[in-house]
């Protein structure tokens, strides 16, 4: 039977990964509901070609949607707004897959509802995990969704984990001979520039990554780090163990996805090029796979594989991730905020490179941390840590 998906965040690098994926087998997937934010146009595009039942825009959209509609001669399609039209569609009883590719905090309530509403979910918005860690761990359980990585890494690990490990009680130990998780990173555009360099560097080289084309925030958090950071903390919750139990290692050819290492000395490596699309399809079809576009890899063609520890002098973000991690509770939310806020500004040319973990660094310190028991505690420090951000962008930009 054919399985009908809701893509939040359509208009992405990640939504346009996985219309891709999703074209090459229209017999077993059908869309459902799609999502954008300031692509209106290219939103109207994705409609003619798909026809999805429900669109959700921000509401000071709908009239431009609506004259698009028109022009391309589109009926039947309902328009839902904001976050209430997100959440709508994202524990829509008729929709069987929620994709969670929105980038950033504004991903959080609608991957929470799927989470809740028992869907499988497909979870590229990292934020949303950093932000919200056991709660959406506890959901997923207590509802039975499948929350199914996209992040390529963290895709790569789970599929070098034994086949039954995400059914295991946790207890933030590796379990089933599981010994160590290697992260592997790309080390982004970056990484042989010197401390004096990357003060200077701009917002239009960092979006540019050396082997993956993605959007401008996670572009920059690769640059910075941040991204792996962000992603040290997602790889503790999915696989609900310790930070120190998650080795980064910097491989720039972006070919190993990342590694799991067992008590036995076995290192299992998840190795393929480098497109989002073959992490979306194992997510998709899982524990099936279906076939991508993607050409299978040619090691005779690529000779060589590098490996080397991160440089945490020059790429302080990593740093402050693991100490979130380690003293937890809302500290990866405030972390998570202040970043947003401090790429933010660095794409807007307001501070500099270097001022990206310089800002979070002091908004860590500034905001007291306490435990993540509630959601609205989890909403609460976010919103103070954008804040803060803001005022120390404001003393930096001056
Ligand atoms: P993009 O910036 O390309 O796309 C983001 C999507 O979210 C767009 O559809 C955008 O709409 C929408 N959006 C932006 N802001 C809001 C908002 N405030 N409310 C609702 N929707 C919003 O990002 P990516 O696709 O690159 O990344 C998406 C997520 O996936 C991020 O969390 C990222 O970390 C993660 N990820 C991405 C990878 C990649 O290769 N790109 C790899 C691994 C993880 P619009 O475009 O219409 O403005
Ligand atoms: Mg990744």
Known sequence: MSQS????????????STLKVLDRHPEKYSIFALSAYSRIEELGEICKQYQ??????????????????????????????????????????????????????????????????????????????????????????????????????????????????????TNQEPQLGVSQILLTASGGPFLNHSSDQLKHVTPAQACKHPNWSMGRKISVDSATLMNKGLELIEACHLFSIKEHFVTVVVHPQSIIHSMVQYIDGSTLAQMGNPDMCTPIAHALAWPERIETHVP?????????????????????????????????????????????????????????????????????????????DTLDMILDIDRQARQSAQHRIMQLSK
């Open 5 to 16: 998906v809701c893509i939040l965040g359509a208009t992405g690098s990640i939504g346009q």
């Open 296 to 372: 299978p890899l040619d090691l005779f063609a690529l000779h060589r594989l590098d490996f080397q520890a991160p440089d945490t002098d020059r790429f302080p973000a990593l740093t402050l991730a693991r100490q979130a991690m380690q003293s937890g509770g809302l500290a990866p939310a405030i972390l998570n905020a202040s970043n947003e806020i401090a790429v933010e500004a660095f794409l807007n040319e307001q501070i500099g490179f270097m001022d990206i973990p310089a800002v979070s660094d002091f908004v860590l310190n500034e905001i007291a941390n306490s435990s993540a």
């Open 52 to 169: 999805p039942k429900v669109v959700v825009v921000p509401f000071d959209k709908v009239d431009q949607l609506q004259k698009v509609f028109k022009e391309k001669n589109l009926k039947n399609i309902e328009i839902l707004t904001d976050k209430e039209g997100l959440i709508t569609v994202a524990k829509h009883p008729e929709v069987d897959v929620v994709m969670a590719a929105i980038v950033g905090a504004a991903g959080l309530l609608p991957t929470l509802a799927a989470v809740h509403a028992g869907k499988r979910v497909l979870l590229a918005n990292k934020e949303a995990l950093v932000m919200s860690g056991d709660i959406m761990m506890q959901a997923a359980q207590k509802s039975g969704a499948l929350l199914l990585p996209v992040d390529s890494e963290h895709n790569a690990i789970f599929q070098c984990l034994p086949q039954n490990y995400l059914q295991i009680e």
